[in-house]
C-alpha cells in the first residue's frame, strides 16, 4: 500500500478510528479500578458527566474544547469525590451495585433534566474540534502514567490490595487512601473520554451512557486482560473495529461481544494478552534455568 | 385516590417482589448476582406472547410455558457460565461480569428473534372484568398478580423451610464448604436454584407484560436496578426484606407520579438505595456480618 | 543462610518492653475469643504463644497486629506508646510490627521477588507525583529497597526462587518468602504464626536456626506453634492461652511443668524438634 492509499483509508475510517481510540481510554479508565481491586462500575456514568459538561459549555457559553473537558474532569472529580468516601467502604456486589446505581442515575438525570441537556434528543452542534492525534496523544500520556505507577510503589500497592486486603495492610498499606487513588483516577480518565467525545461526534444523548455501553466497555478492559495497561486499549481497539473485519457477522455482534465476554472471564481470566505474555515468559526462564543448571 | 394509587403501589410492588426473589436466592444461596435476570424477564414474556399470538394458546398454559422456559434458560446458563466459573473459584466481580456477558448475548439473541417494536398482547386474551368498590378499581389482571405473588409467597416459605431441597439451598447459603462437608449435593441445589430463580423472573416477566400490554426485549433492564434497590434496603438474605422493600420501592414509584416527580421516580429509589448503602448496608432485615480479618 | 542478615536492634533502654498487651478482650457476637489477656514482650527476646486448637492465639497476633480491634484492653510498644487505636497499615509502618499468617498469605500473581519489595512499601516515602516526574530521590530509594530484598532473599536462600511465580511453590519455601517480606521491613517486632505448619523436619530445623540467628540480633518476636518441643528450645519465655485466657506465663521450663498446662494439652501435645 502507498501513501495515497493509507491517507485514503484513514479518512474513510476516521470516524472508527477515533471511535476507536476514545474507547481505549473508558478502557483505561475501567483499568485503574480493577487493577486495584475495585469493582467500580460507574465509568459510563461519570463519561456522561464529562461528556455532558463539555458539549453544555461549548455550546451554551461558546467555551473553547479544552476549558470544557477540563471543566467536565473537575466536575466529575468533585462527585467522585463525594461518592467514595460512603462507597469504598463497600464490598463486592455491594460496590457494583452502587456504583451500577450512580450511572444508572446520571443517565436518567440526562434523560430528564430537558432544561439543562435536551433531554432524549440529545445535545446538538457541539463543535467537532477533536482529532484522531489529540486524542492519541492523550493516550500516550496516559499509557505512561498508568504503566510508571504500575512499576511502581503504588502499582505494587495496588496490586497487593488487589489480592490480599489483610496482607496488605500489615505491610503498612494504607489501603484506603490507595483505593480513593484508583477510584478518582478512573473517575478523572472516564470524565476526559467523555470530554473528548463530545468533540469528537458533536451530539450527545443521554442513550449512549447505558447498559449496553457499560457491557461494551467491559470487554474492551476484560479481552486485553488487565495485567498491564496495553491490554484494555488493545483490547478497545479490537473490538471497537470488529464489525469492520467482521463483515458478514456485523449484526450479531452484540450476540458475539458477549458470548466473547462470557468465554474471557470462564476461561481466560487473564484477558488475551496474558497467556502470550506468560508463555514468553516461561520460553524466556526456561532457558535461563539450563543455563542456570549447567 | 390514595387507596387506588396504595393498591397501584402495591401491585407493581408484587411484581418487583417476584423478580427479586429470583435475584435474592442465587445471590444468597450461591453469591452470584446474576443480572441476565433482566434478559430471562423479557426472554419468557416473548415466550407467552409468541404462544398466545401464533398458536392461540390459552393464558394460562402461556403463563406456564414461559415460566418454564424462564427456569430452563436460567438453568442451561448456571451450567454452561456459572458452574466453569465457579469450579475455578469466581469472584464476586467474575461472577457479575459473566452474568452482565451473558445478559447481553441474550438480549441480543431475543432483538434478532422478535425485532425491535414493542409487541402487544393479542385482543381479548384475558379476561377484561373489573371490581369497583367505592373509589377503587381492580381489574383481573391486577387480581391475578396479587394473587399469584401470594401463593408464590406461601410456596417460598413452603419451600425454604419444609423441604429437603430448600433447606440445602438455606444451608449453602450459610455456608458452601459447610454443606458441601454435610453430603447436600451442591451442584444439583445449585442448578435447581437457578431454575426456580429464571422461573420467577419469567414469571414476573410475563405478569408485567400483560399488565402493560407491552413486550419488547429490553424490557427487564430497569427491572434488574430495582431488582438490586429491593435487595439491598430489604437485606439480601432476607425474604421478608426483599418482599416488603419491593412494595415500598413500587409505592415510592406511584407517590413520585402523584407528586408530579414522575420522571425523576428512579432516581428517588436510588437515592433511598444510596442512604442504605451509607448508613444501613444489610439493609431492613439483612444478616450481620463481621468481615473476617 | 543467616550471613548479612541486619536486624535493627530494640532500644537502649531496657525499661520500656518491645510489646505490652494490658487486658486484652475479644468478643464475636456471643464467643469470647480473649479473655483479659496481659503479659510482656521484653525487649529482643522471643515469647512463644502456645494453646490447644482455637484458644485464641491467631485472634490474639490480629489484635496485636490491629487487623482486629480489641473490645477492651490496651496494646502499647516502646515507641509509640498506646497503639490500641492505631489503624493496621500504622502498626506497621510505624509501629515496626511485621507479620506472617497461619495460612500463607503470599500476593498471588506476584513474583517472590516482587512479594518481599511489597514489604519494603512503608520505608519508601515518595508519592504518585514524584514518581511520574521521574526524580532521582524516587530511583534512588528504589535502588535501596530492591538491594535491601535482595540482600534478605539470599540471606534466607530464597535466591533461586526469585523470579517463580510465588503460588507454586512448595510450603516450605513460601513461608520463607512470608518472612523475608515481614523482614525486608527491618521491624523492631516479628509475630510468627505457625512458621513451621507443613514443613519437614529439615525444613523445621531451618526455621528454628533463622529464628536463632533473629534473636542473636536483638529482634523480638512473638511465635506460635504447636510443637512443644520447638517452642521450648526457642524461648525466652511462653505463655499459654487456653480457651482465650492466659494460664501460665514463664520461663520455658516452669511453664512445662504447670499442672493446668499439661491437664490443657493432655493427649495434645507433639514431641517434634
Known amino acids: 500500500m502507498n501513501w495515497e492509499e493509507i491517507s485514503y483509508w484513514l479518512i474513510i475510517y476516521n470516524h472508527a478510528i477515533v471511535t476507536a481510540l476514545i474507547n481505549s481510554v473508558t478502557a483505561l479508565s475501567i483499568y485503574f479500578s480493577l487493577r486495584a481491586g475495585i469493582f467500580n462500575l460507574s465509568a459510563i456514568g461519570f463519561m456522561a458527566i464529562g461528556a455532558y459538561t463539555a458539549g453544555i459549555l461549548s455550546t451554551r457559553l461558546g467555551l473553547p474544547a479544552p476549558v470544557g473537558i477540563t471543566a467536565g474532569i473537575m466536575l ?188 474471557v472471564v470462564v476461561y481466560l481470566p487473564n484477558g488475551l494478552i496474558d497467556p502470550l505474555l506468560g508463555f514468553a515468559r516461561r520460553f524466556g526462564r526456561k532457558r535461563a534455568v539450563k543455563e542456570a543448571s549447567r | ?54 398458536y392461540a394458546v390459552p393464558f394460562v398454559l402461556a403463563l406456564l410455558l414461559a415460566v418454564i422456559a424462564g427456569g430452563l434458560i436460567n438453568m442451561i446458563l448456571e451450567m454452561i457460565v456459572f458452574r466453569p ?209 | 543462610m543467616n550471613a548479612g542478615l541486619r536486624i535493627n536492634g530494640g532500644d537502649a533502654q531496657a525499661a520500656a518492653h518491645a510489646l505490652e498487651v494490658t487486658r486484652v478482650s475479644k468478643h464475636f457476637g456471643g464467643i469470647r475469643a480473649l479473655s483479659d489477656v496481659s503479659f510482656t514482650v521484653p525487649q529482643g527476646k522471643v515469647v512463644g504463644l502456645i494453646g490447644p486448637n482455637g484458644a485464641g492465639k491467631t485472634t490474639l497476633l490480629n489484635v496485636i497486629s490491629s487487623l482486629s480491634k480489641p473490645t477492651s484492653g490496651r496494646i502499647s510498644i516502646a515507641r509509640g506508646g498506646d497503639v490500641t487505636d492505631w489503624p493496621a497499615h500504622r502498626i506497621a509502618a510505624e509501629g515496626r510490627i511485621s507479620r506472617t499468617f497461619q495460612n500463607i498469605r503470599m500476593f498471588q500473581g506476584m513474583s517472590v521477588f516482587e512479594n518481599v519489595l511489597t514489604g519494603c512499601h512503608a520505608s519508601l516515602s515518595f508519592g504518585m507525583a514524584a514518581t511520574l516526574l521521574r526524580m532521582p530521590s524516587v530511583r534512588r530509594m528504589e535502588e535501596e529497597a ?47 504464626d505457625e512458621p513451621t505448619a507443613g514443613m519437614t523436619p529439615r525444613e523445621t530445623n531451618e526455621v528454628k536456626e533463622l529464628i536463632q540467628s533473629l534473636r542473636e540480633r536483638s529482634l523480638a518476636m512473638i511465635v506460635i506453634e504447636h510443637k512443644a518441643g520447638f517452642i521450648m528450645s526457642i524461648s525466652d519465655k511462653v505463655v499459654v492461652l487456653n480457651f482465650g485466657a492466659v494460664i501460665a506465663d514463664g520461663a520455658p521450663a516452669v511453664v512445662r511443668q504447670n499442672p493446668a498446662v499439661i491437664e490443657a494439652y493432655l493427649g495434645a501435645a507433639d514431641e517434634h524438634a
Open chain 1, 76 to 263: 466529575a472529580l468533585l462527585l467522585g469525590a463525594i461518592l467514595v468516601y460512603p462507597v469504598l467502604k463497600l464490598r463486592g456486589h455491594y460496590l457494583a451495585i452502587a456504583t451500577l446505581s450512580f450511572a444508572a442515575i446520571v443517565q436518567a438525570m440526562a434523560m430528564n433534566l430537558d432544561g439543562l441537556t435536551n433531554g432524549p434528543s440529545g445535545l446538538l452542534g457541539v463543535p467537532a474540534v477533536v482529532r484522531a492525534w489529540h486524542v492519541v496523544v492523550v493516550l500516550a500520556v496516559l499509557l505512561y502514567i498508568a504503566w510508571t505507577l504500575q512499576k511502581s510503589r503504588t502499582g505494587r500497592a495496588w496490586d497487593a490490595i488487589r489480592t490480599d486486603v489483610s496482607a496488605a495492610r500489615a505491610m503498612g498499606i494504607d489501603v484506603e487512601i490507595y483505593r480513593l487513588k484508583a477510584f478518582l483516577i478512573s473517575t478523572a480518565v472516564a470524565a476526559l473520554a467523555g470530554g473528548l467525545w463530545a468533540h469528537v461526534n458533536r451530539v450527545i444523548v443521554p442513550f449512549e451512557f447505558g447498559f449496553v455501553q457499560l457491557t461494551m466497555a467491559l470487554v474492551n478492559t476484560l479481552l486485553g486482560g488487565i495485567s498491564t495497561p496495553l491490554g484494555p486499549v488493545l483490547g478497545a481497539l479490537v473490538v471497537t473495529t470488529m464489525p469492520d473485519w467482521l463483515a458478514g457477522f456485523a449484526e450479531y455482534r452484540e450476540m458475539i461481544i458477549g458470548a466473547l465476554l462470557v468465554a
Open chain 2, 1 to 54: 385516590m390514595l387507596l387506588q394509587q396504595l393498591l397501584n403501589g402495591i401491585v407493581a410492588g408484587s411484581v418487583y417482589a417476584l423478580f427479586a426473589l429470583g435475584f435474592n436466592m442465587v445471590l444468597g444461596a450461591l453469591n452470584i448476582l446474576n443480572v441476565a435476570q433482566g434478559a430471562i424477564f423479557a426472554m419468557s414474556a416473548f415466550v407467552a406472547f409468541y404462544a398466545m399470538k401464533l
Open chain 2, 85 to 293: 466459573l465457579r469450579a475455578r473459584g469466581g469472584s464476586p466481580m467474575s461472577t457479575l461480569v459473566a452474568s452482565i456477558g451473558a445478559s447481553m448475548a441474550l438480549l441480543s439473541v431475543t432483538q434478532k428473534l422478535s425485532g425491535s417494536q414493542i409487541e402487544r398482547f393479542p385482543f381479548n386474551s384475558l379476561p377484561d372484568t373489573q371490581w369497583i368498590a367505592g373509589d377503587v378499581r381492580v381489574t383481573f389482571i391486577q387480581l391475578l398478580v396479587l394473587v399469584t405473588t401470594a401463593c408464590v409467597l406461601i410456596g417460598s416459605y413452603i419451600l425454604l423451610n419444609r423441604t429437603k431441597l430448600g433447606k440445602a439451598i438455606r444451608t449453602m447459603a450459610f455456608n458452601e464448604r459447610i454443606a458441601r462437608m454435610l453430603g447436600i449435593p451442591t451442584a444439583g441445589v445449585a442448578r435447581w436454584t437457578f431454575f426456580i430463580s429464571g422461573a420467577l423472573g419469567g414469571l414476573a416477566g410475563v405478569l408485567l407484560g400483560v399488565m402493560f400490554n407491552s413486550v419488547h426485549f429490553l424490557m427487564g433492564e430497569a427491572y434488574v436496578l430495582k431488582g438490586f434497590a429491593a435487595i439491598v434496603i430489604g437485606g439480601f438474605g432476607s425474604v421478608a426484606g426483599v418482599v416488603v422493600a419491593s412494595m415500598l420501592i413500587g409505592l415510592s414509584e406511584v407517590f413520585s407520579i402523584m407528586i408530579g416527580i414522575g420522571a425523576f421516580k428512579d432516581v428517588v429509589i436510588f437515592g433511598i438505595l444510596f442512604c442504605f448503602l451509607i448508613l444501613r448496608p444489610n439493609g431492613m432485615f439483612g444478616r450481620d456480618e463481621e468481615p473476617r480479618p
Open chain 3, 146 to 192: 530492591r538491594d535491601r530484598t535482595s540482600d534478605i532473599i539470599h540471606s534466607l536462600g530464597l535466591g533461586a526462587y526469585a523470579n517463580r511465580e510465588g503460588g507454586v511453590l512448595s510450603y516450605g519455601i513460601q513461608r520463607r518468602v512470608e518472612i523475608a517480606r515481614a523482614l525486608v521491613s527491618n521491624p523492631r517486632l516479628l509475630l510468627l
